[in-house]
């Protein structure tokens, strides 16, 4: 099979890519990715000389980005990602996930090849109780959620006018290895590294699903391989938590890999101004996933916690690199008036 992953230069993506180098070693992969300030070609280091890799750089809001590539399906992961970046400007959102991925259908219909649509929990809005399953209605609340909802009907739509051979899947909240430092796992342990306040939006009482990036990837894999054109597949971990509870964890654990005092960093922790329009839980049904397709998470998170904090410790190379650049800019604005409260 020959697969073209795009956004592999992500975090998700990057992993991905890992996971299929690995069990499938006969597979051809193309990493096709913008490199946008969140792509990053030191997350595949690792891989970049196997002979079944090539990385393309390249836009799927291209339409001719994919002449003389040959591929039998992709598996897109490109997407603007992080609903803060939403709130300051939709547009980016807009462009790439929504244009690209009419885009990418384009190409799949007239080639006749296999696509997969990875979104997320989040197109189905916020639930006080119960869970959502594949076929709850979408009422996303941010410009990021309504982005990823609007491509997720595009494939809907292409599957029902064009026949086109797509299948979509929503996961929870990943976190892992290669994590770009905005999103809130790597947030705190880099700043708890760092010595530096852990802002906290609102009351910290938000509830989110955390799942290990590795079990989100064997999921994705395990839909390309057995799932059914057309259908939609919820990923969760049923591993629900406030947002206190997880940076409250987090910061024990820093303390404990690191020798710190416990109170010094618990101390970091600062309630800041909410974010706009902040979804209150999310919460997917995963029981298509395990009756069908036999998928489960393998990783608990006290380990996965664990693994991603000694991860950040050995990488302090990649994280510095972003850390001192342009990402600054995007912290002070986002950060710099909220902390000096
Ligand atoms: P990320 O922001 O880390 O990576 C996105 C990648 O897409 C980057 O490599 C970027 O360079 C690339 N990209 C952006 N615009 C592009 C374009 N126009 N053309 C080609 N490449 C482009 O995101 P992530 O966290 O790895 O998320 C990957 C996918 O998974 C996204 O579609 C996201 O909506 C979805 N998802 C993420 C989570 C999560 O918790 N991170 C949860 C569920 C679903
Ligand atoms: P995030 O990682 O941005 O993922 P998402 O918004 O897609 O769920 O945020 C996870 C949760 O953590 C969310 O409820 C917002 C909250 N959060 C904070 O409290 N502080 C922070 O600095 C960040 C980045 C997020």
New binding site residues.
Partial sequence: MKLLVTGGAGFIGSNYVRHVLTAHPDYQVINFDKLTYAGNLGNLKDVESSPNYTFVRGDICDRNAFEGLEFDAVVNFAAES???RSILDASPFLRTNVMGTHNLLEIVRRRGCALLHVSTD?VYGSTAEGFFNEDSPLQPNSPYAASKASSDLLVRAYVETYKVRAMTTRCS?NYGPYQFP????P?VIINALNGRPV???GD?M?V?DWIYVEDHCKAVDMVLHNGKAGEVYNIGSRNERP?IEVIKLLLRKVAQRTGRNEDDLLNLITFVKD?AG??RR?AIDPVKMERQLGWGPDMSFDQGILKTIDWYISNRDWWQGITSGEYMKYYDTQYGERLKK
């Fill in positions: 992080h609903v803060d989040e909240n905005e999103k809130l796992v947030l802002p906290v939006y910290g938000n989110r947002n974010r902040h979804d999310y």
